[in-house]
């Protein structure tokens, strides 16, 4: 009957753990893009910007590094901590 129960109780386990899983890879977290990937991702995200030239140069350069690049043309950034936590020497955030 323990048995049975750590059995349960490790299924249970594995299945919670997966979906965290899915969810994590649906967001488009660090590593989801490939570099050849980057181009694109950064040509949607700085689309709404006047600063169109200087915004492309970082977000290649942020993608890059980190292989992610946040939903939507701005915000989201917590869905990729390197891209957010990337920073000049002035403490101000480097990527777009």
């Not at 709404?48 to 701005?74: E, I, Q, Y």
Request: aromatic share 8%; glycine share 6%.
């Amino acid at each position: 009957m323990a048995r049975l129960s750590l059995l349960r109780s490790s299924l249970l386990f594995f299945l919670i753990a997966s979906m965290c899983f899915v969810e994590v890879s649906l967001a488009g977290g660090e590593g989801s893009l490939k570099p050849n990937q980057c181009a694109v991702a950064c040509d949607y995200r700085c689309s709404a910007t006047s600063h169109r030239k200087p915004c492309l140069f970082f977000c290649n350069k942020c993608c890059a590094k980190c292989l992610c690049v946040p939903s939507g043309t701005d915000g989201h950034k917590e869905e990729c901590p390197c891209y957010n936590n990337w920073t000049t020497k002035e403490g101000k955030p480097k990527c777009p």
